[in-house]
């Protein structure tokens, strides 16, 4: 468990917050940082009433509708009038409250045709279960079945990549400073983004794709730069901003937690040397907030000022910020935009590319050009 509790609101805990004292020993490299304000977008409510949702987003073939996870462990269809239908229900299974629940949804690219769609939540018991389920039928197919060894840092994102495989964010299992060591032992899938060929037929094995995460709660992929781009939620410091180049020939790449909190140095914790580590593109302290809640790179075109940029903001504070992805690796131009969104868990989009945003407020928001 955390060492002292900083957070007194279990809504603020969602995101895996940490608390404690670092033992800074020194600087890695520079990453851009906030250097602006802008208005480059609007917000404009599309759904209110919602119990605490985690995630928002659309189901490929399904215009007619926007999707909700619900923490308690409901799904929601919620149509172009607002009318909300559950496609699933798993209340009477969930564990809810603080960092647990439903944490994660996924619907297979061809949801379409097969009507299949995955979901990630925290069992009775705590521990992370993954599975598919086909919309109109019964029954499931389990994909993960995790023991949890604490309440906090169980991850939350489920998405499939470009190359067709079905993604997972885990955090280190919890407690200060990843105190078990797993987010640095390649053997184990706490502390990692790992990968499934979720249509293989027979038992799912998951593959390690990045080492070093302490609670990677939001990530997705930019298909037209073949990135990856996490949200990795700090200790008690530093929020970071990751980008990673996807390269499934090479070894698993380490985002450095806990020998490294954002650029900071930590004492007395061992690098596991296997893998290119890699520092963040952006970070931010907590002196502008303290769980970050990673985003997505803007693709659609109702919003010109947002062309390429990416959205990222932080759930306690509500701040929203976008950048520009530099050539290669790198980030600039962090901006500090004008709107906010209380409780913000999640950053998704339509079917047509255009961001919308998920408040544990119960309320969803759709991103629109700003009015000057």
Same mark, same amino acid.
């Given at each position: 468990m955390l060492r002292r509790l900083c957070l007194t609101s279990?809504?603020?805990?969602?995101?895996?917050?940490?608390?404690?004292?670092?033992?800074?020993?020194?600087?890695?490299?520079?990453?851009?940082?906030?250097?602006?304000?802008?208005?480059?977008?609007?917000?404009?409510?599309?759904?209110?009433?919602?119990?605490?949702?985690?995630?928002?987003?659309?189901?490929?073939?399904?215009r007619?509708?926007?999707?909700?996870?619900?923490?308690?462990?409901?799904?929601?269809?919620?149509?172009?009038?607002?009318?909300?239908?559950?496609?699933?229900?798993?209340?009477n299974e969930v564990k809810e409250g603080a960092e647990q629940g439903m944490l994660g949804l996924a619907f297979d690219p061809d949801f379409a045709r097969n009507k299949r769609f995955y979901v990630h939540w925290s069992n009775r018991a705590g521990d992370t279960r993954v599975a598919e389920f086909t919309r109109g039928r019964k029954?499931?197919?389990?994909?993960?079945?995790?023991?949890?060894?604490?309440?906090?840092?169980?991850?939350?994102?489920?998405?499939?990549?470009?190359?067709?495989?079905?993604?997972?964010?885990?955090?280190?299992?919890?407690?200060?400073?990843?105190?078990?060591?797993?987010?640095?032992?390649p053997e184990r899938l706490l502390g990692k983004l790992v990968s499934t060929d979720a249509r293989a037929p027979g038992r799912p094995r998951w593959r390690v794709e990045l080492t070093g995460l302490r609670n990677p709660w939001r990530f997705s992929f930019d298909a037209g730069l073949n990135d990856v781009w996490i949200g990795d939620v700090g200790q008690d410091k530093v929020e970071e901003v990751n980008r990673v180049a996807l390269?499934?020939?090479?070894?698993?790449?380490?985002?450095?937690?806990?020998?490294?909190?954002?650029?900071?140095?930590?004492? *007395?914790?061992?690098?596991?040397?296997?893998?290119?580590?890699?520092?963040? !593109?952006?970070? @931010?302290?907590?002196? $502008?907030? &303290? =769980?970050?809640? *990673?985003?997505?790179?803007?693709?659609?075109?109702?919003?010109?000022?947002? !062309?390429?940029? @990416?959205?990222?903001? $932080?759930? &306690? =504070?509500?701040?929203?910020?976008s950048l520009r992805p530099e050539p290669g690796r790198g980030a600039r131009d962090v901006r500090r935009e004008q709107a906010t969104v209380p409780q913000l868990t999640h950053i998704g989009t339509d079917l047509d590319g255009e961001l919308l945003l998920a408040g544990a407020n119960g309320e969803i928001a759709r991103v629109v050009r700003a009015t000057r």
């Open positions: 279990s809504l603020l805990a969602l995101l895996g917050a940490g608390c404690g004292e670092s033992d800074q020993s020194r600087e890695g490299p520079s990453v851009a940082r906030e250097t602006g304000k802008a208005e480059n977008f609007a917000l404009e409510r599309v759904s209110s009433g919602l119990v605490r949702p985690t995630w928002v987003g659309a189901a490929p073939g399904d007619g509708a926007l999707y909700v996870l619900e923490q308690p462990g409901r799904v929601l269809r919620v149509d172009d009038e607002g009318h909300k239908r559950t496609i699933l229900n798993l209340r029954g499931r197919r389990m994909l993960l079945a995790l023991k949890q060894p604490e309440e906090n840092h169980n991850g939350g994102q489920l998405a499939f990549g470009p190359d067709g495989r079905l993604y997972l964010g885990l955090g280190d299992g919890g407690g200060a400073f990843d105190p078990n060591r797993n987010a640095q032992r390269e499934p020939d090479e070894p698993p790449k380490n985002l450095g937690w806990p020998v490294y909190e954002g650029t900071r140095r930590l004492k *007395g914790k061992r690098l596991d040397e296997r893998g290119e580590l890699v520092f963040p !593109a952006a970070q @931010y302290t907590h002196e $502008d907030g &303290c =769980s970050i809640t *990673g985003g997505v790179v803007y693709r659609g075109t109702r919003v010109p000022q947002l !062309a390429g940029r @990416y959205v990222y903001g $932080d759930f &306690c =504070s509500g701040v929203l910020w």
